[in-house]
């Protein structure tokens, strides 16, 4: 049996793509120091964790699986999956309590606050959600945890704070796997070396990051033209009665993660300088982390807010916007028309604007109607 399992809890944005891949990309040699990553593949895991999320239990076939092989294995075991993070309390000491008498610990990657808002609203748009840069922003800020919450609070703000309540998160798990449990650590700050936050990360797991394969190849982001066209193409879709589960896999695999990440490059980021709210409200959650948190794998001073170089998404004009529509709808005609579908819909002549949008997420619906997933 398991000595002990690591779960690596999140965030989300936190660098969980990169170290999933590391921990995966380099399970022969992890076993050779004893580590077990189990599952074949990370999706594996993540199914077992949907599935505990989706069902409210730990008893389903996928987590059972999963237990299982941890349970035969003479030695530690990681699972890395950011949905577990958010789970509720009783589902969380469900899930530790699953793992029978194996000690568990938890470890939590955290990034600094401005950086994770910007990445955060990418991630929020590219699973279909439609806030704008500026409601997503004001939700955040009027959501916050520990301060009077607002007789309405904004969608786009709960959901935020229920990936990255740090605090909370850090009291939920400790409260389930019992006190010393939880470790975090920190993302290194612009400019750090490319495999420091791997190094941080195998020590508080308990291996050496020394010589393995990169788990760098990572999750493309957006530039700004694409991620706010991607933003009102979800609203278009909304509109036409498109659910976020029907259009998912096709928005975020071909269109956002194919078709629209190619040209990152091409564009201007997406940047936000820090409010005196995110300062504020950052230097709150490192003055409790220091005081709950046990173990720390990096800096406090990690998590101090820095400027996001770049541009706001007012300033993406109807030309720009345009072009980018245009492009996509050229590609992603081609995908579609290569997975056997000719969809009705041509490119508008002399389109600008709201009438680019609504053809590219026609096109979009076509391919959801059709069954084209990725």
Do not use: C
Request: proline letters at 6%; zero cysteines; glycine letters at 10%.
């Amino acid at each position: 049996m398991a000595d002990r399992v690591v779960l690596h809890v999140g965030t989300m944005k936190s660098g969980t793509t990169s170290l999933q891949e590391l921990l995966f990309a380099n399970r022969p040699a992890l076993q050779s120091q004893g580590l077990l990553v189990p599952g074949h593949t990370w999706g594996d895991q993540a199914r077992a964790v949907t599935e505990v999320a989706r069902t409210a239990r730990v008893t389903g076939a996928l987590w059972s699986a999963l237990r299982d092989e941890i349970a035969a294995h003479d030695g530690p075991a990681v699972v890395s999956m950011e949905y577990l993070a958010p789970l509720p309390p009783a589902l969380v000491a469900a899930v530790v309590a699953s793992l029978g008498d194996t000690r568990v610990e938890v470890v939590l990657t955290v990034r600094d606050l401005n950086r994770t808002l910007v990445s955060m609203w990418q991630e929020t748009i590219q699973n279909g959600r439609s806030w704008t840069w500026a409601d997503y922003l004001d939700g955040a800020r009027r959501a916050r945890p520990r301060r009077r919450v607002p007789r309405v609070v904004p969608e786009a703000g709960r959901t935020f704070w229920k990936q990255q309540d740090v605090v909370g998160l850090v009291r939920t798990w400790g409260a389930a796997a019992g006190p010393g449990s939880v470790s975090v650590v920190t993302v290194p700050p612009p400019g750090a070396p490319r495999d420091e936050l791997a190094a941080r990360f195998g020590r508080a797991v308990g291996f050496s990051s020394d010589g393995l394969l990169s788990g760098e190849s990572a999750n493309a982001s957006l530039g700004l033209t694409s991620a706010v066209l991607l933003q009102r193409v979800n609203a278009e879709l909304a509109d036409r009665g498109v659910s976020l589960d029907a259009g998912k896999r096709l928005r975020k695999r071909v269109l956002a993660k194919q078709i629209l990440a190619a040209r990152a490059a091409t564009e201007p980021r997406i940047g936000l300088p820090v409010e005196r709210w995110v300062r504020s409200y950052a230097a709150g959650t490192v003055r409790r982390l220091a005081a709950e948190v046990p173990r720390l794998e990096g800096s406090w001073a990690d998590l101090t807010p820095v400027d996001v170089p770049g541009s706001v998404p007012a300033t993406v004009d109807d030309t720009a916007l345009t072009d980018t529509a245009g492009r996509a709808f050229a590609e992603l005609r081609t995908v579609l028309a290569e997975r056997g579908v000719t969809p009705p819909e041509e490119w508008p002549v002399g389109a600008s604007g709201d009438r680019a949008v609504a053809a590219l997420a026609g096109l979009v619906a076509a391919g959801v109607r059709a069954g084209v997933t990725a």
